[in-house]
């Protein structure tokens, strides 16, 4: 299998973190693409060119995050980290949206941080802003349900939670979630997102 994979994506890094979580990252190859270079996006095995996109050994595209989670979690060895079915699996799935929404706004932000001062739109970074603080509010209001569960949904919580602290820095989100603070803390040590800390997109060759 091969994973269309860049050091700066949060939607990568959610599948990197639970192919090291599953013990299967060896059994994945890893080809960079730069989302924002057309020729990359256009060698993406993808219809919307975007990464993560994975391909299986037969030649299959898998994408879009969710999807390539729960295919690994499908098809390889290692801790479930979907439930396949029950309450659980809607938990996990509703977490994991919660934190797509955030990351997604982010990057809207990211993109506007892009744009020349003169055409940057503050409406849009304010709403983008209050929408991943809304989705960190709804962690907090469950981080102590948290403990040292490992799945979909925690993985996606935390990963979009460190792309807050890197979108913003200069917003403390941890002061208004002491619950969430005290978790993603202990959560960010594993070695599966130290590992997978995100470089800055710009940066990226
Ligand atoms: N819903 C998708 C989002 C993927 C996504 O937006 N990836 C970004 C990189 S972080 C991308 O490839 N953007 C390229 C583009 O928008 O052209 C997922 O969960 O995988």
Known sequence: MKLRWSPASPFVRKVVVLMKEKGIEDAIDKEKSNPLSREDRAATQSPLGKIPCLVTDEGQSVFDSPVIMEYLDTVCDGPEMLPKSGEARWTVLRRQATADGMIGSMVTCFVEGLKKPERQSGGVVAHNKAITFSGIAAFEREAA???????????????????????????????????????????????????TVLVDARSFE
């Open 145 to 195: 349900s948290f403990g040292d569960t490992v799945d979909v949904g925690i993985i996606s919580a935390a990963v979009a939670l460190s792309f807050a602290d890197q979108t913003f820095p200069e917003d403390d989100w941890r002061k208004d979630n002491p619950t969430l603070a005290t978790w993603f803390d202990v959560f960010d040590q594993r070695p599966s997102m130290t590992e």
